[in-house]
């Protein structure tokens, strides 16, 4: 069992067996392996980097990177430190930049739904007669939404300044 190999080596310092059990997880990657060793925590600061590392390195290969994206609901919960490392990357296996702002608003959509999910849970604690309402604030997170406005210039409700004709 690879996760015990790594919590042992991780425990008693033994960075050959943490190299060897990365090395086995890129050989035999799957997008459930990918996401079960991101979050495992190593207590060796050195590991953890070393971990890090090699999961990124996984996700230069176009497969690997297509499995872990499509794995909706755990895309939209990685931390925002990963997310950051992996698509500021140079050596990412994307068709293009669209690509990238795809992925990028996917996961901030789910990250958008997590803070607003722990608000609303301290809102209630605070005031518990207080009902949500269910809106989803992230419908509006796409692109090319409707209404919005990408002039540059500031609206200030004026007809007559904003440039609007009569």
Not at 66 to 90: G, I, P
Request: hydrophobic residues 40%; proline residues 3%.
């Amino acid at each position: 069992n690879v996760k015990a190999l790594v919590h042992i080596a991780d425990k008693y310092g033994i960075e050959d067996i943490v190299k060897h059990c990365l090395q086995w997880m890129e050989d035999n990657f799957t997008a459930g392996l990918f996401y079960h060793l991101l979050t495992f925590e190593m207590s060796n600061e050195h590991f953890a980097t070393l971990k890090r590392d090699s999961l990124l390195r996984a996700l230069r290969s176009r497969r690997h990177f297509s499995m872990v994206t499509a794995d909706v609901e755990r895309w939209e919960k990685l931390q925002v430190s990963f997310v950051e490392a992996l698509l500021s990357s140079d050596e990412l296996p994307v068709v293009s930049e669209k690509e990238v702002i795809h992925l990028l608003a996917r996961w901030a959509r789910g990250a958008l739904a997590r803070q607003e999910e722990k608000n609303a849970a301290e809102d209630h604690s605070h005031c518990p007669e207080m009902q949500h309402d269910g809106t989803n604030f992230s419908d509006g997170l796409t692109a090319g939404s409707a209404g919005y406005d990408a002039s540059p210039s500031p609206r200030n409700g004026d007809p007559a300044l904003d440039g609007a004709s009569s």
